[in-house]
């Protein structure tokens, strides 16, 4: 049984459990206090903070190659060029022993980090491609680290775009989709998603707009969080990288 009441254990938790090395029960154990438990919430959004910030210093590693062909598919945007750059050789990064704990951020970094090269590729291919800043996210599953989500952020629209079909949502159940400009306070509701559909929403319905945005999809009771923050697991999370 966990001690949420101690601040330096519960502290320790949230870093373990946005990590993923806690224990099957006691991930699920911390998983269900985050929907009651404030204090929690802010430590486990803090440990996300420091963590992913410190991935994009990590030596990017080469994605399996079931990445690149998830990320195409879901374009559909295949092109000689693309075709080039996930043909082309990539060094895996020397091992790192302290980094080893850190393995979830390092995948999502490198990630974020081949997937930023293929879009800008394919962006730049388009001629009705528009001027300005870009950023694109992979929302991977803190889990496992498959990818099931891709934001892209262009011009004055954000596009969200399943890498893959999804299983079905629990009865009684919704996917919220959720943002949080590097600095803010809390996370910001994006409003609800289904599984393996395309989302696009206008910019002007975001807190804010820059690279290392974090980006989440949790689940929510039906119909979405009445809190005004996320009280369910997250199924998906990723940060914005610049193209």
């Known amino acids: 049984m966990i001690d949420l009441h101690d601040a330096d254990e519960r502290d320790a938790l949230a870093g ?6 806690l ?4 991930q699920a154990e911390v998983a ?9 919430q802010a430590d486990v959004y803090a440990w996300q903070d ?23 598919s879901a ?15 990539r060094r895996a990064a020397p091992a790192a022993p ?15 980090l081949t997937a930023s090269v293929l879009l800008g590729v394919l962006l730049l291919q388009r ?8 950023y694109v996210a992979l929302l991977q599953s803190p889990s496992d680290q498959s990818t099931g989500w891709v934001v892209e952020l262009q011009a004055d629209r954000l596009r969200l775009v399943p890498t893959a079909a999804g299983g079905p949502t629990p009865p009684g159940r919704s996917l919220q989709f959720w943002t949080k400009p590097e600095g803010a306070a809390g ?29 989440e999809i949790t689940l929510e009771p039906e119909g979405g969080s009445t809190l005004g923050r996320p009280t369910g697991p997250i199924l998906y999370v990723g940060r914005t990288v610049a193209l």
Request: glycine share 8%; aromatic share 6%.
């Open 23 to 26: 224990s099957v029960d006691d």
């Open 98 to 112: 302290w980094w080893q704990r850190l393995w979830v951020w390092q995948g999502l970094s490198a990630a974020a």
């Open 127 to 134: 001629p009705d491609a528009p001027a300005g800043n870009r």
């Open 50 to 72: 420091r963590l992913l910030g410190l991935s994009a210093r990590a030596e990017p590693v080469a994605p399996r190659e079931s990445l690149w062909l998830r990320i195409d």
């Open 187 to 215: 996370p910001t509701s994006l409003g609800l998603v289904r599984a393996g559909q395309t989302v696009e929403l206008p910019l002007s319905s975001l807190p804010g707009v820059g690279a290392q945005q974090l980006f």
């Open 16 to 21: 373990e459990y946005v990590l993923g090395t």
């Open 32 to 40: 269900a206090a985050l929907a009651r438990d404030a204090a929690l």
């Open 75 to 89: 374009l559909n945007a295949a092109t000689p060029a693309a075709a080039a750059v996930a043909a082309a050789p």
